[in-house]
């Protein structure tokens, strides 16, 4: 039998191992799981579409529940980036609902559909062995860069009065967002910059024809832990931007959300270094810092200095709030004419 024919849907998981011819006694633990799952379902589309669904639902609520924790202990408030905005439950359920909703509606049909589109462009999803660390590092690097890019692009594109006030405004309507708010968003705008997510993959895909939907999972959990974090709120002085200086983190993107300004990107800080769109966020920066040292000068306590912040965040968010409604005025001006 070819391997045409081997990656014909018609043929049961149990059918695509004997053609390939598959040793099960090499495998490691991990592979065998694997095999197993892709046996207990029989057809390969429903075992890939439910493991991408249930990977994405885990980590997703997986990730955002120490946060949940974080925002509920009063200790973390001192690395709190807006330190009066601590969500509360009624906010984090309501968010929870519509995540839901969209996970349900949108997200689930879109992953059962990645299968065939991942098998089409060659991707190998029930095969083993699975890929080494070697393989998947210089592809997860890629993956983060396409989509680091693509998301930069997107966003402000996201941020044109049309488009800002029918589809990104839900995903603003956080000013000190948390890690739930990470996919609270309109259905297209998770379209939009799930693609950036997706693409990454396939076009390596298309292009390499090497890559196992195991390292595109790994990718997502990276992916969702960087996305959920970067909403958390909390700057910590273990926080990876701190390790590494070109990281974005929370702090880069909590300003995105306070000021309605700047800070496009995802992942990294170099788009909008390179192209300017964060002088509003270095110049705020530069500004905290000032009031810190002079606040250290004038001897002023912590409750003091405190007053000091809040005051700070408030002008920031302040600001926001009217570029914000210039950016819906001109949207409701274009549709007058
Ligand atoms: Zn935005
Ligand atoms: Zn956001």
């Known amino acids: 039998m070819s391997y045409a024919n081997v990656t014909t849907p018609a043929h049961t998981a149990a059918d695509l191992y004997a053609s390939a011819g598959t040793d099960f006694s090499k495998l490691n633990w991990l592979e065998s ?5 892709y046996l207990y379902f029989g057809n390969p589309v429903i075992a890939t579409g439910l493991a991408s669904f249930l990977v994405h639902e885990i980590v997703y609520f997986g990730r955002s529940l120490p946060w949940i924790i974080v925002d509920a202990i009063p200790y973390f408030r001192r690395w709190k980036l807006q330190p009066g905005k601590i969500p509360t439950a009624a906010e984090q359920w309501e968010c929870t609902k519509l995540v839901l909703l969209s996970h349900f509606s949108i997200e689930a049909p879109l992953i059962i559909l990645f299968h065939p589109l991942a098998e089409l462009v060659g991707m190998s999803t029930w095969q083993v062995p699975l890929p080494g ?3 998947m590092l210089p592809q997860i690097a890629f993956f983060f860069f396409f989509e680091d890019m693509f998301h930069y692009f997107a966003h402000q594109l996201l941020h044109t ?10 995903h603003h309507k956080y000013s000190a967002p948390f890690g739930l708010a990470a996919e609270y968003a309109h259905p297209a705008e998770v379209m939009i910059l799930g693609t950036g997510t997706i693409a990454g993959p396939l076009l390596y895909t298309f292009f390499r024809r090497d890559l196992h939907i195991f390292t595109v999972y790994v990718w997502i959990t990276l992916r969702l832990f960087q996305a959920i974090d970067a909403h958390s709120g909390y700057d910590f002085p273990w926080s ?21 300004v700047n800070n496009f990107s995802t992942s990294f800080r170099w788009w909008d270094r390179v192209l300017g769109t964060d002088d509003k966020y270095l110049a705020y920066r530069e500004r905290v810092k000032a009031a810190k040292d ?22 920031a968010e302040a600001e926001g709030v009217r570029a914000e409604s210039e950016v819906v005025r001109k949207a409701e001006g274009k549709k007058v004419q």
């Open 133 to 135: 660390w070697k393989i």
């Open 161 to 170: 009065p049309m488009l800002y006030k029918h589809i990104h405004k839900i």
């Open 294 to 315: 002079a606040a250290k000068a004038k001897g002023l306590n912590s409750a003091q200095w405190k007053e000091v912040e809040d005051r700070m965040v408030k002008e």
């Open 240 to 260: 990876l931007q701190h390790i590494l200086p070109f990281w974005s983190g929370a702090e880069h993107h909590d300003f995105h959300h306070m000021a309605f």
């Open 33 to 37: 799981q694997w095999v197993a799952w």
